[in-house]
């Protein structure tokens, strides 16, 4: 399966959840940051052939991605818009099983998305981390 582009969901308000997470991360677990990139690369690179441990699919279109470092467990959740395009939506650090408003907030984010891409995308190269922002704007309303 050919890569696949990944970007960041924005809400109305035009914050990106995830990368403000990912910038935080960085500050506090430079380790812990630099798995949770490689996970986005894998996706970017494998997109729906990902599976675990690295990816699971959790319901409703919403998938997770894993990594570890010591005995926190991050995880980004995800979902698809058509084949090549990967929307990362919500995270969250956890030690036991995954909140279900979790994955509810997952759920809306993809809805709104779905109403309306272009509103809802904020793009990111994620070969440059998440501080430097593609200078190309593709985004996701035709798809």
Known sequence: MPPIDVYFYKDESGHTPVLEWLRELRQRDRKAYA???ARIRRLAEFGHELRRPEADYLREGIHELRAKRGRV???I???FHGQNLAILAHTLT????????DITRAIRRKEAFEHNPAQHTYEEDINDGPDKRRTQDHR???R
């Open 73 to 75: 467990n991050y995880r």
């Open 140 to 142: 996701p309303d035709h």
């Open 94 to 101: 956890k030690e036991g099983a995954l909140p279900a408003a």
């Open 35 to 37: 798995k949770c990139v």
């Open 77 to 79: 959740l995800y979902f």
